[in-house]
């Protein structure tokens, strides 16, 4: 009997390795750089730091005790159910050992050397080496994938969760692996709660396990070992949804709110026209058209060009991806494109099928939607994302007919071809898209949405700033789950108590300093506080202009730390002080003058007052008592969010009539609440039962 030698056996694994592990190695490496490039210039917007800031407040409510707080849902999806908030409590343990929103931003990114992976493995299944190869590079190098995985919002991980159930769907059903398929109903069940989309996984995995049963008729293929697998993640895929809708229910209250709110949904109306959006988008994941049109600044140079040759690799991808396609059909209706026998060509065809349904019934199921059901219902390229990784399969199967080509060429004509695709492969990957939106957000750090649209790298060197001087809280007028993600922190965050109109300002700080602000330079500045501006390179997208922000550090007042014994009392509750107001003694026509009131905020009043609004108001009288100027507009801080011992400073800023005569008049102001249509009312403490009901300062104009 002949047997190799222990230096053939060497070769041959060593040859083995080069040929399937060597590439693997190479796409996953693609696909973390391609991810990790530029990662600090993420826009860490609204939709990316909610899950993440709402993680860190739930860690605050769980160090605090108040696990009545703990919310059962997120964010509101647009069909109108809220998403899940599982990624929130995942992130809630990652804040527990870093919780920088710049961790939570790579982890997801660095799933695309996932998907990566699994594309790899599943095209070297069905079409070969060479398919896998392409298809693993085009998972890798995926622009809108790599988009949508760089940022800590909810969709952030969903082409991985996507990519691992149908990995794990295929060595259950067509390996005869039964653990594996369990675990990938355990897998669909738990990604369920982190994202309302990821629901589409159930249905594609219920309708895998249904082809694999039909397709297993044959003895031995369907066992009982499999059915069992199969009926266990169905049971918990079903617990898990009733889960889900538990929360939605047990959070009816406050979603009722969030339903009935107009600016709740991105709507998108169409007029008879087929919404073909679905089928684009399943298109547009592996191929990445638009996105250069999309991230990149049209002023770039060359940017014709670029979008010219962004255009071309799309529609060359588009084109194998339909090649792909019919390859696909064909090997799922029992034509092996590839010599494969036995087992080996029944788990091939099988394979085929099970991703060939996990292609079209998400398409077909947002196509029904968007053009039959919800016709205002605006697709975006995220949920297609439940197709991955059967788009870059498909790309990627032609190469499958050039590796049988070349079988039958001679070796120096192979290494011609190797040497002739490396070149294609290199102008083929779209570094120049993906540097192209870094490059965008470098140029223009402050986008449409303003503060939301600053990058990663800024947000925290903002919070640096933040430490270093010294802060104790952080008032801004963005979301309190952003600002938490920003500073790490959801104890500081300030988010509804401070409140900017026109050119007047109100914050609620404490009597002895230390409350910051983070506002626009442009911003009217809050009372009582030194300025430190901060100047980010580049321009503004809106007007390009220079930005500036400026961080407010609140002095101490010691007229709230010390309150005189005449400071009048305000019927807001008790222990409430008007401790300072301070008005203008004399003044020029046409000039902005500022009025500045400070209040001590005391007890809670004894009646609901949470929807309270009692803003500042100043009138102009004039000798005859004639009223000249009503300023009515200023803000105002809700009830809910008055603390007790804390000072309400406010500025009402506005301009006297430029042609007002020099006369004495007389400035009259107290507060007013629109909602119940009432004065606040003041008291002396030296003559309490005499109400107060405008305070009056005279007015010399010049």
């Given at each position: 009997?002949?047997?190799?030698?222990?230096?053939?056996?060497?070769?041959?694994?060593?040859?083995?390795?080069?040929?399937?592990?060597?590439?693997?190695?190479?796409?996953?490496?693609?696909?973390?750089?391609?991810?990790?490039?530029?990662?600090?210039?993420?826009?860490?917007?609204?939709?990316?730091?909610?899950?993440?800031?709402?993680?860190?407040?739930?860690?605050?409510?769980?160090?605090?005790?108040?696990?009545?707080?703990?919310?059962?849902?997120?964010?509101?999806?647009?069909?109108?159910?809220?998403?899940?908030?599982?990624?929130?409590?995942?992130?809630?343990?990652?804040?527990?050992?870093?919780?920088?929103?710049?961790?939570?931003?790579?982890?997801?990114?660095?799933?695309?050397?996932?998907?990566?992976?699994?594309?790899?493995?599943?095209?070297?299944?069905?079409?070969?080496?060479?398919?896998?190869?392409?298809?693993?590079?085009?998972?890798?190098?995926?622009?809108?994938?790599?988009?949508?995985?760089?940022?800590?919002?909810?969709?952030?991980?969903?082409?991985?969760?996507?990519?691992?159930?149908?990995?794990?769907?295929?060595?259950?059903?067509?390996?005869?692996?039964?653990?594996?398929?369990?675990?990938?109903?355990?897998?669909?069940?738990?990604?369920?709660?982190?994202?309302?989309?990821?629901?589409?996984?159930?249905?594609?995995?219920?309708?895998?396990?249904?082809?694999?049963?039909?397709?297993?008729?044959?003895?031995?293929?369907?066992?009982?070992?499999?059915?069992?697998?199969?009926?266990?993640?169905?049971?918990?895929?079903?617990?898990?949804?009733?889960?889900?809708?538990?929360?939605?229910?047990?959070?009816?209250?406050?979603?009722?709110?969030?339903?009935?709110?107009?600016?709740?949904?991105?709507?998108?109306?169409?007029?008879?026209?087929?919404?073909?959006?679905?089928?684009?988008?399943?298109?547009?994941?592996?191929?990445g058209r638009d996105f250069e049109n999309t991230f990149v600044e049209t002023d770039t140079p060359l940017f014709e060009a670029r979008d010219r040759w962004s255009d071309a690799r799309a529609t060359v991808v588009d084109v194998l991806m339909l090649i792909g396609l019919g390859m696909l059909a064909m090997q799922a209706a029992g034509q092996p494109i590839t010599g494969a026998r036995g087992d080996a060509c029944i788990a091939r065809i099988l394979t085929?099928?099970?991703?060939?349904?996990?292609?079209?019934?998400?398409?077909?199921?947002?196509?029904?939607?968007?053009?039959?059901?919800?016709?205002?219902?605006?697709?975006?390229?995220?949920?297609?994302?439940?197709?991955?990784?059967?788009?870059?399969?498909?790309?990627?199967?032609?190469?499958?007919?050039?590796?049988?080509?070349?079988?039958?060429?001679?070796?120096?004509?192979?290494?011609?071809?190797?040497?002739?695709?490396?070149?294609?492969?290199?102008?083929?990957?779209?570094?120049?898209?993906?540097?192209?939106?870094?490059?965008?957000?470098?140029?223009?750090?402050?986008?449409?949405?303003?503060?939301?649209?600053?990058?990663?790298?800024?947000?925290?060197?903002?919070?640096?700033?933040?430490?270093?001087?010294?802060?104790?809280?952080?008032?801004?007028?963005?979301?309190?789950?952003?600002?938490?993600?920003?500073?790490?922190?959801?104890?500081?965050?300030?988010?509804?108590?401070?409140?900017?109109?026109?050119?007047?300002?109100?914050?609620?700080?404490?009597?002895?300093?230390?409350?910051?602000?983070?506002?626009?330079?442009?911003?009217?500045?809050?009372?009582?506080?030194?300025?430190?501006?901060?100047?980010?390179?580049?321009?503004?997208?809106?007007?390009?202009?220079?930005?500036?922000?400026?961080?407010?550090?609140?002095?101490?007042?010691?007229?709230?730390?010390?309150?005189?014994?005449?400071?009048?009392?305000?019927?807001?509750?008790?222990?409430?002080?008007?401790?300072?107001?301070?008005?203008?003694?004399?003044?020029?026509?046409?000039?902005?003058?500022?009025?500045?009131?400070?209040?001590?905020?005391?007890?809670?009043?004894?009646?609901?007052?949470?929807?309270?609004?009692?803003?500042?108001?100043?009138?102009?009288?004039?000798?005859?008592?004639?009223?000249?100027?009503?300023?009515?507009?200023?803000?105002?801080?809700?009830?809910?969010?008055?603390?007790?011992?804390?000072?309400?400073?406010?500025?009402?800023?506005?301009?006297?009539?430029?042609?007002?005569?020099?006369?004495?008049?007389?400035?009259?102001?107290?507060?007013?609440?629109?909602?119940?249509?009432?004065?606040?009312?003041?008291?002396?403490?030296?003559?309490?039962?005499?109400?107060?009901?405008?305070?009056?300062?005279?007015?010399?104009?010049?």
């Amino acid at each position: 009997m002949n047997r190799p030698s222990p230096g053939g056996e060497r070769s041959a694994t060593q040859s083995r390795w080069l040929r399937t592990w060597l590439p693997a190695l190479f796409v996953i490496w693609m696909a973390f750089a391609f991810r990790m490039h530029g990662l600090e210039q993420v826009r860490h917007n609204y939709d990316r730091a909610y899950p993440h800031g709402l993680g860190l407040f739930i860690r605050q409510a769980i160090a605090d005790g108040r696990f009545d707080q703990l919310p059962a849902v997120s964010l509101l999806a647009s069909i109108n159910l809220p998403n899940p908030a599982g990624a929130s409590y995942f992130y809630a343990l990652l804040t527990a050992i870093e919780p920088s929103a710049y961790i939570a931003t790579a982890l997801n990114a660095m799933l695309g050397a996932l998907v990566a992976a699994v594309a790899f493995d599943l095209a070297r299944r069905l079409f070969g080496a060479w398919a896998a190869l392409a298809a693993g590079l085009l998972a890798s190098v995926s622009l809108w994938a790599a988009w949508v995985a760089r940022g800590a919002w909810l969709q952030g991980p969903l082409e991985a969760m996507s990519a691992l159930t149908l990995w794990l769907a295929v060595n259950g059903l067509a390996h005869r692996k039964p653990k594996h398929l369990l675990a990938g109903f355990a897998w669909a069940a738990a990604c369920l709660h982190t994202y309302l989309v990821a629901a589409g996984l159930l249905a594609q995995l219920a309708a895998a396990t249904l082809i694999g049963a039909l397709s297993s008729r044959r003895p031995g293929r369907w066992s009982v070992e499999t059915r069992r697998a199969a009926l266990g993640g169905a049971t918990l895929c079903v617990a898990s949804a009733l889960i889900y809708i538990g929360a939605v229910i047990s959070a009816r209250a406050p979603l009722e709110a969030v339903i009935n709110n107009p600016n709740a949904f991105n709507e998108e109306t169409r007029s008879g026209a087929l919404n073909l959006d679905p089928l684009n988008h399943a298109l547009r994941i592996a191929s990445g058209r638009d996105f250069e049109n999309t991230f990149v600044e049209t002023d770039t140079p060359l940017f014709e060009a670029r979008d010219r040759w962004s255009d071309a690799r799309a529609t060359v991808v588009d084109v194998l991806m339909l090649i792909g396609l019919g390859m696909l059909a064909m090997q799922a209706a029992g034509q092996p494109i590839t010599g494969a026998r036995g087992d080996a060509c029944i788990a091939r065809i099988l394979t085929s099928r099970v991703a060939l349904g996990w292609l079209i019934l998400p398409i077909l199921a947002t196509f029904l939607i968007a053009n039959f059901v919800m016709r205002d219902w605006k697709v975006h390229v995220f949920y297609l994302l439940l197709t991955s990784p059967t788009p870059y399969l498909l790309a990627g199967a032609p190469f499958a007919l050039l590796e049988r080509a070349t079988q039958y060429t001679g070796r120096r004509m192979q290494y011609a071809l190797s040497a002739l695709a490396l070149p294609i492969a290199i102008v083929a990957i779209p570094w120049w898209n993906a540097n192209g939106e870094v490059e965008a957000s470098v140029r223009f750090p402050y986008h449409h949405d303003g503060f939301y649209s600053l990058p990663l790298v800024w947000q925290m060197r903002v919070a640096e700033r933040w430490r270093a001087l010294g802060c104790a809280t952080l008032h801004a007028q963005e979301d309190a789950r952003w600002l938490a993600g920003l500073v790490g922190s959801a104890k500081p965050v300030r988010a509804e108590e401070i409140h900017l109109k026109g050119t007047s300002s109100i914050w609620q700080v404490p009597p002895e300093g230390g409350a910051c602000a983070l506002l626009m330079t442009e911003s009217p500045a809050p009372a009582h506080a030194e300025a430190f501006t901060m100047t980010i390179p580049g321009q503004k997208r809106t007007d390009r202009t220079p930005v500036a922000l400026v961080i407010y550090r609140s002095l101490p007042l010691e007229s709230a730390l010390h309150p005189s014994g005449d400071a009048l009392i305000v019927n807001l509750g008790e222990g409430w002080r008007v401790v300072s107001l301070q008005a203008p003694a004399q003044a020029r026509p046409g000039e902005v003058i500022a009025v500045a009131h400070d209040w001590l905020v005391g007890l809670p009043p004894a009646e609901p007052y949470g929807s309270w609004y009692f803003a500042p108001f100043v009138k102009l009288f004039a000798p005859d008592g004639r009223m000249i100027l009503q300023v009515d507009n200023a803000p105002a801080l809700l009830g809910y969010r008055w603390r007790a011992g804390h000072v309400q400073a406010s500025v009402v800023r506005f301009a006297l009539p430029a042609d007002l005569p020099a006369d004495e008049y007389t400035l009259e102001m107290s507060l007013f609440d629109p909602n119940q249509k009432k004065n606040a009312v003041y008291f002396d403490p030296q003559q309490p039962e005499v109400p107060i009901v405008t305070i009056r300062r005279g007015l010399s104009v010049r």
